[in-house]
């Protein structure tokens, strides 16, 4: 079967391209998965990833939306006809890592994903909002970040 993934680090991870990832399938994104989970532990939320670069602007993005807290752009391996994520500029490795005092940025990520949704109309006919946590939720960027996908109807249960 076809693996559709949003594999951004992947390089980082010693795992190839994201092309590369999604021609050998679904097996490249566990062992990829593998390692982040002996790195999930191991790199604090100040590692460099791939979404540290983007906001540092090392590297491009087709960003769709920005304000003091939040970037969003467009993914590079899509897994649906919109997909689009959204990150916080400030780092926060993910869900499971997040503190009290990140309660703001965590409404302005879900605030910042409804906005982007609505630009891209997909609140006509709605979206999927996805918040992977970890190596075993398939996480790929320690660098917490909500996909917003649309554009087609969506199927349950999402797989990984």
Request: proline share 7%.
């Amino acid at each position: 079967s076809k693996a559709t993934v949003s594999v951004l680090n992947c390089r980082e991870r010693g795992a190839g391209s994201p092309l590369t990832m999604l021609r050998r399938g679904a097996g490249a994104v566990r062992r990829a998965a593998a390692v982040g989970a002996r790195r999930w532990h191991a790199v604090g939320p100040e590692g460099p990833t791939i979404f540290g670069k983007i906001l540092r602007g090392e590297l491009p993005a087709d960003k769709v939306y920005e304000d003091d807290e939040v970037l969003a752009f467009h993914d590079i391996a899509p897994a649906a006809p919109v997909h689009i994520l959204v990150i916080p500029k400030r780092c926060v490795a993910g869900v499971s890592r997040a503190a009290p005092e990140d309660k703001a940025l965590l409404g302005a990520l879900v605030l910042a994903a409804q906005r982007v949704a609505a630009q891209a109309g997909l609140d006509r006919t709605g979206y999927r909002l996805v918040v992977n946590d970890g190596p075993h939720g398939c996480q790929t960027v320690d660098h917490l970040h909500i996909h917003v996908l649309g554009g087609k109807q969506l199927t349950w249960p999402p797989g990984c």
